[in-house]
């Protein structure tokens, strides 16, 4: 890939197609060609970041207020809303009526604690027992949004039960439903892993640990293990102030915690498998078979920008200040009899973001759904990748000429009986005119183009990660 870096003050992150929107709107959507499936009923989701105020000092993309769009498919027609996941922090600002909080970028400032960074609830969505909730990256309090007006109705504790936060990419087990995620922090106990019974009540809470603070984002499970992460990427402090560093004479951990063995001990009791040092951001799922737990996610071997150790050949990547995103789709297996650890690239496009059919998490799966990179300095998608894990063939969508995309959900269709059988949906944006639309696509059939468009009557800016709710699941929301 051939880029040309920026290098610039301001963050190429708070313009173009990345800028912030302010106005909140409600709009029927106009379908511009094609046709809304029958079948496509229920509520698309997707968060990200979107700064209220001006920010103060150096912006990192990840800083921004928590702000959803929707699209709610009905016998109706489409329907549009964007608002603000309306925070704590995000309601002192809006009081003070300017930015109170500075960014990753910037020296922490503990006289806010506990509140050091700001809780902004822009990263991610989940929805669990009937309740939509926008999650932070860094762990914070998970708030609940209503659908399809995208109200925020204030946090999820599950009763008073939860006593940590919840950072982002909680799972949903669709056999047991249970939600299990995790928190960290810069301080011990570092990581918690947490899992709330179906009926909203936390039911564990359990420390890894992991040795000190480390950077983390997602986790993974099957039948009888949860997957967590120790990578050898890790916050540290120098000249007082912190920092990220990747320290590659130490090796990745992935760590099996048994999800029915004693689940009363403070400490979790773990299986570390050791492998060559790496990050990874997002996991597709993880399952279990004759032996072994598989992982499929996106790894990433040079994760940090401008590092001394980083070969003086590595290709451009995107980047987001300090963060080098090279990412390809990997599949790890860790045998449980003898402690080892295999590893297999299976596509060698840069890719992330990946989604599965969320009804087969933490079960053996076919298809997964990633976001192809553009050749960009700043993380854009150009185009959509269905992956086929047991032929390894890939088939694509490539968004018009200078327009990106976001992150696809896979929506089932109605009574679907194969894996395929859905659709993936996404805002689209022109970024030489901010012009956006909604795709429909077929996930069956993602070469054929979008088999309906619709035009969005405001910008929607780049953005994070996304949900699908059915609609028959908004009879409980």
Not at 33 to 41: Q, S
Not at 197 to 211: A, F, I, K, N
Not at 392 to 402: A, K, R, V
Request: one cysteine or more; hydrophobic letters at 40%.
């Amino acid at each position: 890939m051939t880029m040309t870096t920026r290098v610039e003050h301001r963050s190429p992150y708070l313009d173009g197609m990345y800028a912030p929107v302010q106005d909140e709107v409600q709009a029927d959507l106009e379908v511009i060609a094609g046709e809304i499936p029958a079948d496509l009923r229920g509520v698309f989701t997707r968060n990200g970041s979107n700064p209220r105020f001006e920010p103060e000092g150096r912006y990192h993309w990840f800083d921004g207020d928590g702000m959803v769009h929707a699209v709610h498919f009905d016998d109706a027609g489409a329907h549009y809303a964007n608002r603000y996941v309306r925070t704590r922090a995000l309601a002192v600002e809006e009081d003070a009526g300017e930015a109170l909080w500075t960014g990753i970028l910037e020296p922490p400032d503990f006289s806010k604690f506990p509140d050091v960074f700001k809780d902004t609830a822009n990263t991610d969505l989940v929805f669990f027992n009937g309740e939509l909730l926008a999650l932070w990256w860094l762990g914070g309090d998970a708030y609940r949004v209503s659908l399809p007006d995208l109200e925020t109705l204030g946090t999820e504790d599950f009763g008073g039960t939860l006593q940590t936060h919840i950072a982002a990419h909680p799972k949903v087990d669709p056999v047991t439903g249970e939600l299990l995620f995790i928190d960290y922090d810069p301080v011990p106990p570092f990581l918690t892993l947490g899992v709330v019974s179906p009926d909203g009540e936390v039911v564990r809470s359990q420390t890894v640990e992991v040795g000190g603070p480390r950077l983390q984002h997602d986790i993974a499970f099957s039948d009888d293990w949860i997957v967590v992460f120790d990578f050898p990427f890790m916050w540290e402090q120098a000249d007082g102030r912190s920092r990220l560093a990747f320290h590659r004479d130490r090796p990745s951990r992935f760590g099996l915690v048994a999800r029915h063995g004693d689940t009363s001990a403070p400490v979790a009791d773990v299986r570390w498998f050791e492998t060559d040092p790496c990050f990874m951001y997002h996991v597709c799922g993880a399952w279990q078979e004759d032996g072994v737990v598989k992982l499929v996610g996106c790894e990433i071997a040079d994760p940090l920008a401008n590092d001394p150790a980083n070969a003086p050949d590595l290709p451009d990547a995107p980047q987001i200040a300090m963060l080098r995103l090279e990412p390809f789709l990997t599949e790890w297996t860790f045998h449980l009899d003898d402690g080892t650890i295999a590893k297999r690239r299976l596509d060698d496009q840069m890719a992330e973001f990946p989604r599965i059919d969320v009804r087969r998490i933490g079960q053996p799966f076919r298809y997964s759904y990633l976001m192809r990179f553009a050749e960009r300095s700043e993380l854009a998608f150009d185009g959509v990748i269905r992956h086929d894990r047991l032929t390894g063939e890939t088939t694509s969508h490539s968004w018009p000429e200078g327009w990106y995309g976001c992150e696809t959900p896979f929506c089932p269709k109605a009574g679907a009986a194969g894996e395929a059988e859905g659709y993936l949906v996404a805002f689209v944006v022109e970024e030489a005119t901010g012009r956006s639309e909604v795709h429909v696509l077929d996930a069956e059939h993602l070469e054929e183009g979008p088999v309906c468009r619709l035009a969005v009557p405001a910008r929607v800016p780049a953005g994070y990660h996304s949900w699908w709710v059915p609609a028959e699941d908004l009879v409980t929301s």
